[in-house]
């Protein structure tokens, strides 16, 4: 009797049901490959002499080309994707050593996202819950890697970051969430904001305590609640799940464009740049024309869905 265990097959096991062997056979469908289009730029501003913001776009692809087979074609699934990776980070003004805060911040996350990509076709509530949990251990391990650094080298104590990061595989997008600079969705002429800052203010406001109208809002919407590198114990990590369109835009930026250009102004610019390299300059330009109080760092991302697409 053979004792060999059988494996149960995963998502991404590439394999057809027969049942969809059959449905391609008689039918073809049409498959999508997403792909975005990025751009990104950053200004230290007018007041500041150090620009303490960073920003990282990747993209990965998988995929394999067809040399010959006897098979329909149609029967072999294509299995090119994108994924991309999107981040920015605001080191924390006013403390030593912010830009180098920032910069760890981004390059260990760059190192710690090398084989985190899950080619998944369609992501279940199972799989959002366990991308949750890497996000958060992914998080931890950036925010003990600063409070090491720091512990290490006592010149650099106190030093910590932001850092919204925005991964997308197909039309999936995952949002991990650190400080005050933001991640937006901007969809039909409509933008809406993906985080929640974690500031003094915000909590206040959930708590009641002040009116988001208030002018003591502007005293304490600064003081960040939830920062890297800093604070006893574990970091506080927000994460969520959306799903992209066709012709959708993806907008992080830190607070140095926030503070400065209202989310519903923020929309319209977007409206009236399609091209992510414009839309980017002209929101730059725009916090710069308004006193460039701070630095200022903006990612925008287009994202397009191309039916039976095949790259060249």
Known sequence: ???RASRALTDTDEFLPFGRLVDLHYEAEPRQLVRAEFAARTDVGKVREVNEDQYLVVRRRRERDLVCSSV???LLIDQRQHAYTAAVADGIGGHRFGDLASLLAVRVGWELGA???KWTI???PKEVDDLKQKATIFMQLIHRALKDEARDNPRLHGMGTTLTLCQSVGPSLFVVHVGDSRAYLHRDGTIRRL???HTLAQLMIDLGEIDPDSPEVRR???VLSNALGVGDGDVFVEFSHHEVADGDRLLLCTDGLSDLVPDAELGRILDAHPR?????KVLVDLAL????????TVVVGRYEFEPDAVEP
Do not use: F, L, Y
Not at 276 to 280: F, I, Q
Not at 289 to 294: K, P
């Open 122 to 124: 369609k992501t279940n």
């Open 72 to 74: 329909p074609v149609e």
């Open 289 to 296: 024309a308004r006193g460039g109080r701070d630095n200022i």
């Open 276 to 280: 992510p390299e414009d839309a980017c």
């Open 1 to 3: 009797m053979s004792t």
């Open 195 to 197: 985080t929640r800052d």
């Open 220 to 222: 304490v919407q600064h």
């Open 115 to 117: 084989n985190e990509i």
